[in-house]
């Protein structure tokens, strides 16, 4: 309620008092990582016994959800790796070297965090009337 106040945020003219800021919950945060994890194991249990899985409707589904997971985590990876060899090269002054690796660990932070937000993997919705699959 202060930081509304403090904020200069309107109250309702409703219920006449200020609306209350929720934030997403610690499970809602983890929620695409887990999914993403999971969705991983899934493909690798089912393709890595028989690779001619891969194409069944149910793994092309998963396949986006797993490798935005591994872009995210190779993101995540090699943005600390990076940030780490820049402070080591700043503190031996080598200056080039530290902004190069200061420049891949943003780039990497920003791979990771928006990896999977241009594409959205969408079913494709078959013909109406049309057969799926062999009689």
Not at 16 to 36: F, H, N, Q
Not at 116 to 128: F, K, Q, R, V, Y
Request: charged fraction near 15%.
């Amino acid at each position: 309620m202060q930081f509304l106040r403090k904020h200069n945020c309107p109250a309702c003219p409703v219920i006449k008092r200020s609306a209350k800021l929720k934030s997403p919950s610690r499970l809602l945060r983890w929620l695409w990582p887990i999914t993403g994890f999971f969705a991983l194991i899934w493909f690798l249990v089912r393709v890595i016994p028989k690779p001619s899985r891969a194409t069944y409707p149910c793994q092309r589904i998963v396949f986006p959800l797993a490798s935005s997971f591994i872009v995210w985590l190779l993101g995540l990876t090699v943005s600390v790796v990076a940030f780490r060899k820049a402070k080591y090269y700043f503190e031996r002054s080598r200056f080039v070297v530290g902004a190069m690796c200061l420049v891949v660990g943003v780039g990497a932070v920003f791979m990771a965090i928006s990896g999977g937000n241009e594409n959205i993997a969408l079913a494709d919705s078959p013909a109406p009337n049309a057969p799926i699959g062999v009689a």
